[in-house]
């Protein structure tokens, strides 16, 4: 069986929580390399994951020679992580924001191409058979030409974001360091980066269009670091409109599942996809509603799809449902909707 050779970059909260765990299930992944800023916070997880190494230098884990790299490190560092790991020649699991500046988003899409590596953002609800579905559904009975599109995010970030607690799911040996999530030089944000980034990324691989001006405020960053919460109003290269909502719950809210909704209204028809109530539909006047047969637990979240998904791309099979480009463009978006808060009224591409 042919083994795949990985390391990680940024082996904090979440990646211990969620990747390294799918990556250690898999009898055809070899452990080489696990890189985190604290030594010793890197040798627990090499000794308890079966690492061959751990460094706090990112290089120290591409050089051994890798088919395949999850970069987690903060946000700011995405781009230097990424752009190495894919010009050593490994395919990249690359965690969301993809980065803070869109033009760096779009430079890790070009040089994924030119080194024909495979880019995965970890949008992890792309990547669930429920979201995958409602893609196809779309795909195959349409709305037509797109008009209007609602976004509502809500998700229990609200003591992670002010400082004071940890996300629900981070891994309990593996603290998250606070600044990775409340300095916006790291975050690049609040809620927008940390969480609307999942929502963005899942809305426009339903709905593909690239949002080219916003009007955006927020709330929170008077008190806290960073926002809590966010409003925008979007338009779309298409010319269609849409408004974008996100907040931070309290800790204990949905438990498994995030309130997260994405409606569409097109010339054709209109869908609405709810992970929430584990709900997905499209309605045509010409042919009446088209609903996917869900059960319960078809909207929880599934943390091990964006790493199996990078196995399989380097394995050659499977598919890529949240590709560099889809990052890109959602750190396009972003870009926009904080630009926008920080100065002002209306902000175009």
Same mark, same amino acid.
């Given at each position: 069986?042919?083994?795949?050779?990985?390391?990680?970059? $940024?082996?904090?909260?979440?990646?211990?929580?969620? +990747?390294?765990?799918?990556?250690? #299930?898999?009898?055809?992944?070899?452990?080489?390399?696990?890189?985190?800023?604290?030594?010793?916070?890197?040798?627990?997880?090499?000794?308890?994951?079966?690492?061959?190494?751990?460094?706090?230098?990112?290089?120290?884990?591409?050089?051994?020679?890798?088919?395949? /790299?999850?970069?987690? #490190?903060?946000?700011?560092?995405?781009?230097?992580?990424?752009?190495?790991?894919?010009?050593?020649?490994?395919?990249?699991?690359?965690?969301?924001?993809?980065?803070?500046?869109?033009?760096?988003?779009?430079?890790? /899409?070009?040089?994924?191409?030119?080194? !024909?590596? !495979?880019?995965?953002?970890?949008?992890?609800?792309?990547?669930?058979?429920?979201?995958?579905?409602?893609?196809?559904?779309?795909? &195959?009975?349409?709305?037509?030409?797109?008009?209007?599109?609602?976004?509502?995010?809500? #998700?229990?970030?609200?003591?992670?974001?002010?400082?004071?607690?940890?996300?629900?799911?981070?891994?309990?040996?593996?603290?998250?360091?606070?600044?990775?999530?409340?300095?916006? =030089?790291?975050?690049? $944000?609040?809620?927008?980066?940390?969480?609307?980034?999942?929502?963005?990324?899942?809305?426009? %691989? =339903?709905?593909?269009?690239?949002?080219?001006?916003?009007?955006?405020?927020?709330?929170?960053?008077?008190?806290?670091? /960073?926002? *809590?919460?966010?409003?925008?109003?979007?338009?779309?290269? %298409?010319?269609?409109? $849409?408004?974008?909502?996100?907040?931070?719950?309290?800790?204990?809210?949905?438990?498994?599942?995030?309130? =997260?909704?994405?409606?569409?209204?097109?010339?054709?028809?209109?869908?609405?996809?709810? /992970?929430?109530?584990? !709900?997905?539909?499209?309605?045509?006047?010409? #042919?009446?509603?088209? &609903? =996917?047969? *869900? %059960? !319960?637990?078809?909207?929880?979240?599934?943390?091990?799809?964006?790493? +199996?998904?990078?196995?399989?791309?380097?394995?050659? &099979?499977?598919?890529?449902?949240?590709?560099?480009?889809?990052?890109?463009?959602?750190?396009?978006?972003?870009?926009?909707?904080?630009? %926008?808060?920080? +100065?002002?009224?209306?902000?175009? &591409?």
């Amino acid at each position: 069986m042919k083994k795949i050779r990985v390391s990680v970059i $940024g082996a904090g909260s979440w990646a211990v929580a969620a +990747h390294l765990p799918a990556l250690a #299930s898999r009898d055809d992944v070899e452990l080489v390399g696990v890189c985190r800023s604290n030594a010793d916070a890197a040798a627990r997880i090499r000794d308890k994951f079966g690492f061959a190494c751990a460094s706090t230098d990112y290089r120290d884990v591409l050089s051994p020679g890798v088919d395949a /790299v999850i970069v987690a #490190s903060p946000s700011s560092l995405h781009h230097e992580h990424a752009s190495a790991a894919l010009r050593a020649g490994a395919h990249v699991l690359c965690e969301k924001p993809m980065t803070i500046a869109a033009s760096e988003a779009w430079d890790l /899409v070009a040089i994924a191409r030119e080194n !024909e590596r !495979e880019l995965l953002i970890a949008f992890g609800w792309n990547y669930m058979r429920m979201i995958r579905d409602a893609r196809a559904l779309i795909n &195959r009975v349409g709305v037509g030409r797109l008009e209007h599109v609602t976004v509502h995010m809500s #998700s229990s970030t609200r003591e992670l974001l002010s400082g004071t607690g940890a996300y629900p799911d981070s891994a309990e040996d593996s603290a998250p360091q606070t600044a990775t999530w409340t300095d916006p =030089l790291i975050s690049g $944000g609040g809620y927008g980066q940390a969480q609307l980034s999942h929502a963005l990324g899942l809305t426009l %691989s =339903l709905f593909p269009d690239r949002v080219v001006a916003a009007s955006a405020q927020m709330f929170g960053a008077a008190t806290t670091a /960073v926002e *809590l919460h966010d409003a925008a109003v979007l338009t779309f290269e %298409s010319g269609a409109i $849409g408004v974008l909502s996100g907040a931070s719950a309290h800790a204990g809210a949905w438990k498994d599942k995030h309130d =997260l909704q994405v409606r569409a209204v097109g010339s054709e028809g209109q869908a609405m996809v709810d /992970v929430l109530r584990e !709900e997905a539909w499209i309605y045509r006047p010409d #042919s009446g509603e088209h &609903r =996917l047969s *869900l %059960s !319960e637990g078809d909207g929880a979240y599934q943390a091990s799809g964006p790493a +199996h998904a990078l196995i399989e791309s380097a394995l050659g &099979r499977g598919d890529n449902p949240a590709p560099g480009s889809l990052g890109a463009l959602t750190a396009e978006a972003l870009e926009l909707v904080y630009r %926008s808060a920080a +100065h002002g009224g209306s902000v175009a &591409r």
